[in-house]
């Protein structure tokens, strides 16, 4: 075990700018975003900030009615808020590991438990899986993230990208999948003979199946953010 002296802790955890833009890793759980208008992030992730910095919640009318019915049939969704202004403003979720992705007229889906911050050139549409009704309480949902710009997700842990090909199907635990390729539309399958073997439901196995081309990204830790169905 090494023991700091005071001096040496605070030189070792003081903020640092290694990068020019705008979302930086202050470390692989702590989010820095160089603020100059607007950036959106997950309501209540903010740990700190500094300077002229407004948070506002989603508005009803930002999200939509498709949105909102969608939340209101889930039963639960990710809240996000306006980060405006201009400051330094430091996110986190959980101790969660954050990934840093660029995208460049590309879409991604992300599930909505892991979606952290995204800036101001990207479109989020809430996704409701297909065939939830009747088999799971709580909803099961992701965001599309599409256009140009920056976005940050979690994991727990260092996540694994699995290759999607028309011959071999990806099928993942539902609490351990964090996003997948714009392409990929997932379905919902149950498997009762793996239900004490594949995941933590109690009884019946939902999976999720990937078919077609691209990827899917999974994490070493199962998030349960719904529950199976009586």
Do not use: C
Request: net charge negative.
């Amino acid at each position: 075990m090494t023991i700091k002296n005071l001096n040496e802790f605070l030189e070792s955890s003081k903020q640092k700018d290694l990068s020019p833009e705008a979302f930086e890793l202050e470390s692989s759980h702590l989010l820095e975003v160089k603020l100059n208008g607007r950036v959106w992030a997950k309501s209540g992730s903010m740990v700190a900030y500094r300077g002229g910095v407004k948070f506002v919640r989603q508005g009803l009318m930002e999200q939509g009615f498709t949105n909102l019915l969608k939340k209101a049939i889930s039963g639960e969704g990710t809240q996000l808020m306006k980060m405006e202004g201009q400051g330094r403003v430091y996110v986190a979720d959980a101790g969660k590991k954050i990934t840093l992705l660029r995208l460049n007229g590309e879409s991604i889906f992300v599930n909505g438990n892991d979606v952290l911050a995204f800036e101001d050139g990207i479109a989020s549409d809430i996704k409701m899986m297909r065939k939830v009704a009747g088999m799971m309480s709580g909803g099961l949902f992701n965001i599309k993230l599409s256009g140009s710009g920056v976005v940050a997700i979690t994991s727990h842990y260092e996540p694994l990208t699995l290759a999607v090909t028309p011959d071999q199907p990806v099928f993942t635990d539902p609490n351990a999948t964090v996003a997948w390729s714009g392409g990929l539309s997932p379905d919902i399958v149950t498997d009762i003979s793996l239900g004490t073997l594949f995941g933590r439901g109690s009884g019946e196995s939902i999976q999720l199946k990937f078919s077609g081309s691209g990827w899917v990204v999974v994490q070493p830790y199962e998030e349960v953010y719904f529950q199976s169905g009586e």
